[in-house]
């Protein structure tokens, strides 16, 4: 699902930048960032919060599954559920 959302990204308990979630699904993400990290990289993902949206404290747990140089494309540690895939994709566009 294509979507416009900023997220936090984190790497071994340190925050390493910002990305745009570009299209999310149940399985995964494809991030557009200028951060560069290495496949099998594990991630964490806390988006920033839109109008109407609460997501203080959601964080979601990913790895980096390729690379290009648009950015990052990352598949969920645990399959998210449709709820949580609903609030990442219903950013403004």
Same mark, same amino acid.
């Given at each position: 699902? #294509? $979507?416009?959302?900023?997220?936090?990204? %984190?790497?071994?308990?340190?925050?390493? %930048?910002?990305?745009?979630?570009?299209? #999310?699904?149940?399985? %995964?993400?494809?991030?557009? $960032?200028?951060?560069? @990290?290495?496949?099998?990289?594990?991630?964490?993902?806390?988006?920033?919060?839109? #109008?109407?949206?609460?997501?203080?404290?959601?964080?979601?747990?990913?790895?980096?599954?390729?690379?290009?140089?648009? %950015? @990052?494309?990352?598949?969920?540690? #645990?399959?998210? $559920?449709?709820?949580?895939?609903?609030?990442?994709?219903?950013?403004?566009?």
């Amino acid at each position: 699902m #294509a $979507t416009a959302m900023w997220v936090r990204l %984190g790497s071994n308990g340190t925050e390493v %930048g910002m990305a745009n979630i570009a299209n #999310a699904s149940i399985s %995964g993400a494809f991030l557009e $960032t200028s951060i560069q @990290l290495p496949v099998n990289a594990n991630i964490t993902l806390e988006p920033v919060s839109t #109008a109407g949206v609460d997501l203080e404290d959601l964080k979601i747990a990913a790895r980096v599954a390729r690379t290009d140089s648009r %950015g @990052l494309g990352i598949e969920w540690r #645990a399959m998210i $559920t449709p709820e949580v895939l609903a609030l990442l994709t219903a950013a403004p566009r």
